[in-house]
């Protein structure tokens, strides 16, 4: 967004071309996804290590995981979600990108 | 297995039997890592290439990025590598009879979690263990490579327990 002050009143105007990259770039979600192996306390820990989640966000999470066969951990930019895509599966977690 | 938390390193003592456990698990990631990628099996490949999006969808739209995963999960496979050496150096005195030492620093706590959990991983992949192996009664297991490595996955998840109780003090 953009403001310009005319005549004393302030008039809030969208700059198109940010808004459009903002738009797109807020649109990726980490998902992290349900594999036999990796261990619950496991899974709990990564999460706050990685996520800085509570340890009960990362329980809710990691229970989500477990029963639904998938969790949406995190919604960030491009750069961000990538990065946090990396640290997961550092530990082994079988995390991906998805484009919203 | 008896732990020990130092200021700035863990130690874990463990029976002879653990030790031999412990040992093999990191002589068999080391071969792994120490591997040149072209020559390990198709599967192990594209485990360590691992994947950026979901697996059923094509990851065209995101070429370099995925190139960039690839190359960071081969240089996590290289460090890792010289990570285990180092620690497989502290059983070149290690004698069956008795029981031995491990000692890693705390900021290598992670890293024997990432270690450990690799090895897991690729004894599950290798072997096609599924979820319902998992429940498994060590008593009835007949002895085949497959019963081995669920043996070993359950061996490493008691020492991934371990370092996670002497994690947890830190992230409470």
């Known amino acids: 967004m953009s403001c310009l002050d005319i005549r004393g009143a302030t008039i809030t105007t969208p700059d198109l071309q940010t808004e459009s990259l903002s738009e797109f770039d807020h649109g990726w979600s980490v998902v992290v996804w349900n594999d036999p192996i990796n261990l619950m306390d496991y899974v709990v820990y990564v999460f706050q290590k990685v996520l800085h989640m509570s340890q009960s966000q990362a329980t809710k999470h990691m229970m989500e995981v477990h029963q639904n066969g998938k969790s949406l951990v995190a919604h960030e930019n491009h750069e961000k979600a990538e990065h946090l895509v990396h640290q997961l599966q550092s530990y082994g977690l079988t995390a991906t990108l998805q484009s919203l | ?172």
Not at chain 2, 51 to 72: A, F, G, I, N, Q
Request: glycine share 2%; proline share 3%.
């Open chain 2, 1 to 172: 297995m008896k732990i020990e938390i130092h200021s700035n390193a863990i130690s874990f003592h463990l029976h002879a039997s653990e030790a031999i456990w412990l040992l093999n698990s990191f002589q068999s990631i080391q071969q792994s890592y120490t591997t040149p990628l072209e020559s390990l099996p198709q599967k192990e490949q594209s485990f360590w290439k691992g994947s950026l999006v979901d697996p059923r969808y094509s990851d065209s739209l995101l070429k370099s990025e995925s190139e960039s995963l690839e190359l960071e999960r081969a240089e996590w496979k290289n460090q890792r590598g010289e990570i285990v050496g180092r620690w497989l150096e502290q059983f070149n005195d290690f004698n069956p009879d008795q029981e031995m030492k491990f000692k890693f620093l705390r900021e290598e706590a992670d890293a024997l979690l990432q270690i450990t959990n690799d090895r897991r991983l690729l004894l599950a992949m290798n072997h096609e263990i599924q979820e319902k192996d998992m429940h498994h009664d060590l008593e009835k297991l007949h002895q085949n490579p497959k019963a081995e490595a669920l043996i070993e996955i359950d061996f490493l998840a008691f020492v991934q327990g371990a370092i996670i109780q002497c994690l947890e003090y830190e992230l409470e």
